[in-house]
């Protein structure tokens, strides 16, 4: 069973940065890729950002060119790198990884943009 776990998460203010981790418990050399979510109240769950096993890259479109995802294979640990922080940005935000044997969800971290 591979466990995934975020941390990084907190309060900050508009125009501000955080980096979010994501440490899954086996080795990230044998993901598919591995993603970030985030949902807030009434909405949907809405993808973030995602890195395949070879290094490709995606983006949601309302962070594009303001979140950066990357890899530390040797931490088994992905990255999320956000700037230019906005209120609406607002949200817990989630790991997935994606490995042979299946789908891994954390338990989620909180951010929260506000001044």
């Known amino acids: 069973q591979v466990q995934v776990v975020e941390s990084g998460g907190g309060l900050v203010q508009p125009g501000g940065s955080l980096r979010l981790s994501c440490t899954a418990s086996?080795?990230?050399?044998?993901?598919?890729?591995m993603a970030w979510y985030r949902r807030t109240p009434g909405k949907q769950r809405e993808l973030v950002a995602r890195?395949?096993?070879?290094?490709?890259?995606i983006y949601g479109d309302s962070v594009k060119g303001r979140f950066t995802v990357s890899r530390d294979n040797a931490a088994n640990t992905m990255y999320l790198q956000m700037n230019s922080l906005s209120p609406e940005d607002t949200a817990i935000y989630y790991c997935?990884?994606?490995?042979?044997?299946?789908?891994?969800w954390g338990q989620g971290t909180q951010v929260t943009v506000s001044s």
């Open positions: 997935k990884g994606s490995f042979s044997s299946g789908d891994y």
């Open positions: 086996t080795s990230i050399f044998r993901m598919y890729a």
């Open positions: 890195i395949t096993s070879g290094g490709r890259t």
